[in-house]
């Protein structure tokens, strides 16, 4: 699902980046690149960190509320923009206020319609399972493995569609084992850091976006 993030980006990044005089043209598909993997990123590392609830809640609302700006206070979210401002300053030399102005709106609205794409039932290509497998492998196998009962073929979305926000238990609507989805998650996204010959799992991502720009 990370060539549809990247589409995600590239039709905000429209007025955001390509039409915008703050940013050589030379650079706008690597700008939305980056812009892509800082969003994939941000979401892997949560992952790594046990952090998937926090993601469950972000895509089903509950990531501080109010729509854009609810999203904007949402601490994942914060840390994505914070990120990308500083890597438009480093890496683009661009202005500290050109570089909020663009990050504040790129990043929040692509993520914005990356959950309201995946909460939408009628869009099969964009699913949690989907989203989560691109970050980490094979979520779906990762769920199934501890959750046997469930024979869904989207068992992340399955979970998506009940999830409340107020179960605290470990046992979800539909049978589900939250503590161990988390567990495994958790597990594979920090796998996933471990790539053959070393390096960091972020330049494995900007490896498989860079693939997108045409």
Known sequence: MLDQLFNIVKQFGQDTVVNNPEVPNEYNQEVMADATHTIAGGFQNVLAGGGFQNILD?????????????????????????HFISKLVGKYNMSPSSASSIA????PNSINQLVEQT??????????????????????????????????????????????????????????DLQNIISNLTNKAQDSFQKPGGGEAGNGLMDLIKGFIS
């Open 58 to 82: 972000l895509f089903k609302g509950g990531g501080g509320g109010g729509g854009l700006a609810g999203l904007v206070k949402n601490p994942m979210v914060s840390m994505m923009i914070g």
């Open 119 to 176: 909460n939408d039932p009628g869009n099969e290509k964009a699913t949690m399972d989907g989203f989560i497998g691109s970050l980490v492998g094979k979520a779906g196998a990762a769920v199934s493995e501890d959750n046997s009962q469930n024979t869904g073929s989207s068992p992340l979305q399955d979970l998506l569609d009940q999830f409340t926000g107020g179960n605290s238990g470990n046992k979800g609507s539909g049978g589900f």
């Open 104 to 107: 504040n709106n790129l990043i």
